[in-house]
């Protein structure tokens, strides 16, 4: 849009309304001109928001009563910063551009990092305010590690996570189906002969969806506490984890490449719960509960993706999913930590208000 200059560029109110006729969503706060045409396209409802929104002053929505949002919704805005608008003009909302049609990643006010150089090794300096810049996302992509190779296994496509694990599935459904076929498993016989209970192949479409249903609750539990925990703001190694697990993905939620788990790390954390439930089920009983957990894994993962880049149609359960993920990110970061299900957040409380749903803008 704009060509890269000594200072910000000047628009008039006539290129505003030009560029948001072509498509372009651009606000205004204070004269500074903002372009959300990448973000609203990823927004559930974002054409609605796109063409209620393109061309206004929002002024007003951020000086308005105080809010607990007001100032981080700021901060986020800053990073879609083109411009300003022309002294006399109506005001419309830094975001440099070269004439390549890149966005400068020039370093903005608030952060407190090198962008230029691996973030895992600096966050943890950041100490008391690790937790409020991790929660200040940003629109591009980061770098963790200093080492090519582990930049590479930290990144994943989306696919990959799918043909890595979905023929896992399929064998383990197989044996564990075949094994049952056998007749010689039975659920207590650990503990009684006489009271234990056989279980038939026929049971092993209820077993496998146990281990979905249980995989829904570690997810939750996951995402809650290890995920969203507070790091101590004087333990640099704290820090330190919390960015590689999940902290990353708040900081920049729409890093492509970094919204599903990459499989080598992964296969340790399948290899543990498989493991455990090696030792709390006979062999057989814990495979199925496993295989059914591995597969809801692998449907959590690709919905993540999918309610990020996806487009679902309005009024579906996905077009819902994805506003109350949206939500998870820029608003309520602690509450709504359910992703493939908000089912979990009922009876632990976490639901995010239905009321904020109604507030599109």
Not at 4 to 16: D, L, M, N, Y
Not at 133 to 160: C, G, M, N
Not at 178 to 194: C, D, K, P, V, Y
Request: hydrophobic letters at 40%; charged letters at 20%; a positive charge.
């Amino acid at each position: 849009m704009a060509t890269a200059t000594a200072g910000p560029r000047s628009f008039s109110a006539a290129e505003v309304r030009a560029l948001c006729a072509q498509g372009a969503c651009l606000v205004s706060c204070h004269r500074r001109l903002y372009d959300l045409s990448g973000f609203v396209r990823l927004h559930p409802g974002g054409e609605q928001l796109l063409r209620r929104r393109a061309g206004t002053d929002v002024s007003a929505a951020l000086d308005g009563p105080p809010h607990r949002h007001s100032a981080n919704a700021r901060r986020w805005l800053e990073q879609y910063y083109v411009g300003e608008i022309e002294p006399g003009e109506e005001q419309v909302p830094h975001r440099d551009r070269t004439g390549t049609g890149h966005y400068n990643h020039c370093l903005l006010p608030q952060d407190l990092v090198d962008w230029q150089k691996p973030l895992l090794w600096q966050v943890g300096y950041l100490g008391e305010k690790y937790d409020e810049w991790v929660h200040q996302p940003v629109d591009r992509p980061i770098r963790l590690f200093h080492s090519d190779f582990f930049e590479f296994l930290s990144k994943t496509a989306w696919y990959v996570v799918f043909m890595v694990w979905t023929p896992v599935v399929l064998y383990l459904s197989w044996v564990s189906y075949t094994s049952l076929a056998q007749g010689n498993t039975r659920l207590f016989s650990s503990f009684t002969t006489e009271y234990s209970i056989p279980v038939h192949k026929y049971y092993f479409p209820f077993i496998f969806l146990l281990g979905m249903i249980l995989w829904s609750l570690l997810e939750y539990l996951i995402h809650r506490f290890v995920f969203h925990m507070k790091p101590p703001a004087s333990n640099y190694y704290l820090i330190t984890l919390h960015f590689l697990l999940h902290g990353q993905h708040h900081k920049s939620p729409f890093d492509s490449s970094r919204l599903v788990f990459p499989p080598v790390p992964a296969s340790l954390v399948i290899g543990f719960f498989y493991g455990v439930l090696r030792l709390l089920l006979p062999e057989v009983l814990g495979l199925s509960v496993f295989v059914g957990g591995l597969c809801g894994y692998v449907i959590y993962d690709m919905m993540h993706y999918y309610l990020h880049y996806g487009s679902p149609k309005k009024g579906t359960y996905l077009y819902g999913l994805k506003a109350y993920h949206v939500k998870h990110h820029f608003e309520h970061q602690r509450s709504g930590f359910g992703i493939s299900t908000r089912f979990w957040d009922y009876p632990f409380r976490t639901l995010i208000p239905e009321e904020t749903f109604k507030k599109e803008d």
